[in-house]
């Protein structure tokens, strides 16, 4: 049990704590953090299982952003991919196709369960249309993300430096 806590320690210390300790000498400014957590977001939530770090490799460097950041929220945000993975194919399907499918969370979970290229295979259209339902939703959701994330980063820095008048005096 020590080697699996220790595992999974040393893995948390790696991929998380020294990034972000990086991150806090680096000294962001918070319009740049705010936008990297939204890529994160936004690509992380893209519908085709599989590619999210790919679509947040690709936006980070379109909107040049920091990785660490991207990828990290990226990672954080993989639960909300699976929630989102069927309403997003929804729509998509809805929108785009002129048969509309009764598609199902089990259908799915049946396509991927063998494989993610046989899942691709079994619903690739629908994939699709599902990824082109994200690229409509993506644009404007980035822009509120990265509105929300910047007041709250730009508060978060105000608490911190009200913190440090008060420590110094």
Request: proline share 3%.
């Amino acid at each position: 049990m020590n080697k699996i806590t220790n595992y999974i320690y040393e893995q948390y210390k790696q991929k998380v704590s020294i990034p972000l300790a990086q991150i806090r000498k680096e000294g962001f400014s918070s319009e740049k953090l705010a936008l990297s957590v939204s890529i994160g977001i936004i690509g992380g939530t893209f519908p085709i299982i599989g590619l999210a770090s790919f679509v947040c490799l690709l936006l980070t460097i379109i909107f040049k952003q920091n990785l660490v950041i991207v990828q990290l929220t990226n990672y954080l945000v993989y639960p909300l991919q699976i929630v989102l993975l069927l309403p997003l194919l929804r729509i998509g399907n809805s929108v785009l196709a002129s048969n509309h499918i009764a598609l199902t969370l089990d259908q799915v979970v049946l396509a991927f369960k063998i494989g993610i290229l046989h899942g691709i295979n079994e619903l690739g259209i629908i994939l699709l249309y599902g990824a082109l339902a994200w690229v409509v939703v993506a644009g404007p959701a980035l822009l509120i993300l990265y509105i929300i994330f910047l007041v709250f980063f730009k508060r978060v820095k105000q608490i911190k430096l009200k913190r440090s008048t008060v420590i110094s005096q």
